[in-house]
């Protein structure tokens, strides 16, 4: 081969480098960017859980209400659990009603969040979601 046909092939596999290490970047940008927002989702529920522990349920709402809002569905339905817990504390069923029905199936509540997930359901008038969770909590899956 000549010094021609190797130049002339490096420079044909030159764009088709340029554009693999293009995209490992940006897919190592995407998985750094969600990787920083799970951390901050993980901090941001840290510190409403702090803020529930001092009693300050107000501030705890706000941070939570915000998180969901910002992150639907986030940490496996961990903020809406948390925010469901805060808000029917603080006495709003609805509130309450609205965030544990976010809430996924299948994620295990404990013994407070399930006795505050059936009272809101029964304030609300949803007597058989109320009904499912606390047979499944006496049945020790705290899954409804």
């Known amino acids: ?3 021609i046909a ?11 480098v340029l554009l693999g ?15 920083l927002r799970e951390w901050q989702a993980r901090s941001e529920l840290a ?3 702090k803020e529930i522990q001092r009693g300050a349920l107000i501030e705890a709402s ?21 925010l469901g817990v805060v808000e029917a504390t603080r006495g709003d069923d609805s509130a309450a009603f609205a965030a ?6 299948g994620y295990k509540f404990d013994s407070q ?7 809101a ?7 058989r979601r109320a009904e499912r969770r606390l047979v499944g909590m006496l049945a020790g899956k705290g899954q409804a």
């Open 1 to 3: 081969m000549g010094k």
């Open 6 to 16: 190797i130049e002339t092939k490096r420079r044909a596999t030159w764009p088709w």
């Open 21 to 35: 290490t293009s995209a490992l970047a940006l897919l190592l940008l995407w998985a750094g960017y969600h990787l």
């Open 47 to 49: 510190q409403a859980q």
């Open 62 to 82: 706000q941070r939570l209400i915000a998180l969901a809002a910002s992150r639907p569905g986030a940490l496996g339905g961990s903020v809406d659990y948390w």
């Open 100 to 105: 544990f029905v976010r809430v996924p199936l």
């Open 113 to 119: 969040g399930a006795f505050l997930e059936a009272r």
């Open 121 to 127: 359901n029964l304030q609300m008038g949803r007597f």
